[in-house]
């Protein structure tokens, strides 16, 4: 038996600034393993070789924080390209910012429609400010509530649908809640103080993470394979937590996404990185690449995503599906780890909950520096 002091399963973000948190401030050794060929999880992006296009494998991914800690530790290890994300979204035949903010009114709307919904918009508001669908079905303005209800079917519902693989009658108009309206015209997709791409890649950005004398990496191994040969003293698994444990109370239910990339003979295919499909096609979004990093190319690389149920062994697990059902299903497992007292479940996976990227560091920025691992 291969005796190993500190074990991390998975290389992407969580699994990586894990590692280098344990080996630069605990001078220990850290071996990591992953069952992919690739560092970087989710996160990890390459070039493809004909256009020089850098390509996110498995869907965008853009930066975004307010928390100066995770900003200042990611940027030890990359150099950035600012970048402000915008998405736009065809509705009745339209290109439209997302989120809905005061200027897509014009897009939608006649003229004099829209300027009076601005107008009642800006009485009930500040300028700047953010309100909501469900905010504005509760006014007791008819106008107003004329407008949640269009943006509730024309931006939220075919996508939800899509997105979750659920008949649109079967969506809580509660979840509603949380879709934004802004009364600005700030056209960007995120708010935060920091928006920006790795400027050589996510990749690069991980392997420079684990770029350090005492932190091992071994891709191509599964730990299932790998726990009969290795003796650990602590591991930290950032895997599937119901899998780990074999499914013994059952699976938790993920949904996937169908990926297919299409290369095209022509310099731009759409205006922005980013156009969403709310009421056409079978796929929520396109992504085009090369906005990203401002690549040149005469060529141009898109991205359609399909939504899917979660298959093991055919597809990734991509989003907790978040219900009381599956929060109960995910305490059971918890309770089990209780059990033991030198293994860590962190992450996407192991935590079972929808991370932004900038959470998932702060998370692991946060956990290295309790108690339980020193």
Not at 64 to 74: G, R
Not at 256 to 281: G, R, T, V
Request: hydrophobic share 30%; charged share 35%; net charge neutral.
């Amino acid at each position: 038996m291969e005796k190993i002091k500190n074990l991390i399963v998975g290389s992407g973000l969580s699994g990586a600034v894990l590692a280098r948190k344990i080996a630069e401030e605990k001078k220990e050794k850290v071996l990591i393993i992953d069952r992919r060929n690739h560092i970087g999880g989710n996160v990890y992006d390459y070039k493809d070789q004909e256009t020089n296009i850098t390509i996110h494998k498995y869907g965008p991914h853009v930066f975004h924080t307010s928390i100066k800690e995770v900003w200042d530790f990611l940027s030890r290890f990359t150099k950035w390209h600012y970048f402000f994300y915008k998405v736009r979204a065809y509705i009745d035949g339209k290109e439209v910012n997302i989120p809905f903010n005061l200027d897509s009114l014009y897009k939608v709307f006649p003229k004099k429609i829209a300027f009076n919904l601005e107008e009642k918009l800006l009485k009930c508001y500040e300028f700047d400010t953010k309100t909501t669908i469900l905010e504005l079905r509760n006014s007791k303005d008819e106008d107003l509530k004329f407008l949640a209800e269009y943006i509730y079917k024309k931006v939220f519902l075919g996508y939800t649908s899509k997105q979750w693989g659920v008949d649109p009658e079967h969506i809580d108009a509660s979840v509603s809640a949380r879709v934004p309206i802004y009364i600005s015209k700030d056209d960007r997709y995120f708010q935060d103080t920091y928006q920006a791409i790795p400027k050589e890649g996510y990749t690069k950005m991980v392997e420079n993470i684990l770029n350090h004398p005492l932190i091992e990496l071994r891709l191509n191994v599964d730990f299932k394979e790998a726990k009969k040969e290795l003796d650990y003293e602590n591991l930290f698994y950032t895997g599937a937590i119901d899998e780990f444990f074999d499914y013994k109370f059952g699976k938790l239910p993920y949904r996937s996404l169908d990926i297919k990339f299409e290369k095209y003979d022509k310099e731009y295919m759409q205006s922005c990185a980013q156009m969403n499909y709310p009421n056409n096609f079978d796929f929520t979004r396109s992504v085009e690449y090369k906005y990203y990093l401002d690549e040149k190319s005469e060529k141009t690389i898109l991205s359609y995503e399909y939504p899917c149920e979660f298959e093991e062994g055919k597809n990734e697990r991509y989003y907790p599906i978040p219900n009381e059902e599956n929060q109960k299903l995910y305490e059971r497992y918890l309770q089990e780890v209780n059990e033991f007292k030198n293994i860590y479940f962190l992450g996407r996976l192991g935590d079972y909950k929808y991370y932004d990227m900038d959470k998932t560091v702060d998370r692991i920025l946060k956990f290295a520096k309790t108690k339980e691992i020193k």
